[in-house]
């Protein structure tokens, strides 16, 4: 089986697992209790604080656990608006192709009242420091915008758009769930107030991850309840998986270079060997993008049909976001660059780690031409196409 899903989740590491293990036996004190037990427990939760900080270049007491990314968007936003509000400022910039933990919670704030701008990411799929910049107006209170797309593996100008909204004197979040572990992070070099990370697309646990919250900025509690992460997340901590977290960050950090050196080299031979399927398109940049991530449109077929035929042939890979796998709706990431609807339905996003090797992608390029060419045989869109009843847009 040949994995290139790395996007939705990655497998945990077995470092990742050797450190969370301890804590799911001997070592299950709850770290708020003053026994041995639970001290040995609060230690430990201390050590894990310390060196997710130490990969953002932040301060320990700047992190607060979380369950995920998604719930790390959520407080970053909702915090920001929150301390906005207070100020008579309610109006948000985001981007036209954040992750839905972005823009669902921007939806519901806007229901509240505030005024939500969404900034068009244009084919390449990335906004500028100058449009940001010219979005900020005097009742400005957050500007949210991820640091690489999810989809399309786009990569953002944070640290810019960071400085513009220091000397603006506004509150800058990064959605940085796809990069933290793939892309060097330094949330003082890069302008950053509020960021959100998720353990699982680094090959830590699921069900876990951070939000950096720069030191002074008040945060908003989601959940009420106990004293636990300074009082701004209730519930006691999930000692293990926070420990896993720590320990598969600080292993993909140190890789970082190498294991971005190797993917990089294996995403662009995916690239330059799907371009050539006729009728097709890379979507976002092809340099400014994640090391291993490949987007493409094929037109004349459905992106369902293609991945349950790739996975027959024992790839597993994806359309999208694993998020809304379930809608019928093409990608609102793909719209928002420009793409058809009919273009957008026959997607397909491979994304590569570490683990993935040249055999896999030789693989890849064998079989991923051939269901294509077999899909477009049984499709009556490929055939008008074809047959000139319809024009073609790739």
């Not at 209790?33 to 230690?43: F, M, R, W």
């Not at 003082?188 to 900025?217: E, R, Y």
């Not at 008040?218 to 959940?223: A, F, R, S």
């Not at 940049?285 to 042939?313: H, M, Q, T, W, Y």
Request: proline letters at 4%.
């Amino acid at each position: 089986m040949i994995y290139v899903d790395n996007a939705a989740t990655t497998r945990m590491s077995q470092t990742a697992l050797d450190a969370m293990l301890p804590f799911l036996t001997e070592g299950y004190g709850n770290p708020s209790s003053l026994h041995s037990v639970g001290q040995a427990a609060a230690e430990a939760l201390q050590k894990a604080r310390e060196t997710v900080a130490a990969c953002l270049n932040c301060a320990p007491r700047e992190i607060i656990f979380t369950s995920g990314g998604s719930e790390a968007d959520n407080q970053a936003i909702i915090s920001a608006a929150a301390i906005g509000a207070r100020k008579g400022k309610k109006h948000i910039v985001s981007t036209a192709f954040e992750h839905h933990a972005v823009l669902h919670t921007l939806q519901k704030l806007q229901k509240q009242g505030f005024e939500i701008e969404l900034l068009p990411v244009g084919s390449a799929g990335t906004v500028t420091a100058e449009q940001v910049k010219k979005a900020i107006r005097d009742d400005t209170c957050l500007v949210t915008v991820m640091f690489a797309n999810n989809e399309i593996g786009s990569i953002l100008p944070v640290a810019e758009i960071g400085a513009v909204c220091r000397e603006k004197g506004v509150l800058f979040h990064t959605d940085a769930v796809q990069a933290v572990g793939h892309l060097p992070i330094d949330v003082q070099a890069q302008n950053v107030d509020l960021l959100s990370l998720s353990a699982h697309k680094f090959h830590g646990p699921k069900g876990v991850g951070a939000l950096f919250v720069k030191n002074g900025v008040p945060i908003t509690p989601l959940i009420e309840g106990g004293a636990q992460e300074r009082g701004k997340r209730a519930g006691t901590e999930n000692v293990p998986a926070i420990v896993g977290m720590a320990a598969a960050l600080k292993e993909a950090v140190e890789a970082l270079a190498e294991n971005a050196k190797k993917m990089t080299a294996l995403r662009d031979q995916l690239i330059d060997g799907l371009a050539r399927i006729p009728h097709s398109a890379l979507n976002g940049d092809a340099v400014n993008r994640l090391p291993g991530n490949v987007n493409f449109c094929f037109e004349g077929i459905e992106g369902e049909s293609l991945l349950l035929l790739l996975d027959a042939k024992g790839i597993c890979a994806s359309s999208g976001s694993a998020c809304t796998s379930g809608s019928l709706d093409p990608s609102h990431v793909l719209l928002a660059i420009g793409r058809p609807h009919e273009v957008a339905h026959g997607s397909l996003r491979l994304s590569l780690c570490e683990a993935n090797t040249q055999e896999d992608v030789d693989y890849i390029l064998t079989e991923v031409p051939k269901i294509v060419e077999r899909l477009r045989d049984l499709s009556p869109v490929w055939h008008d196409l074809t047959n000139g009843k319809r024009a073609f847009i790739l």
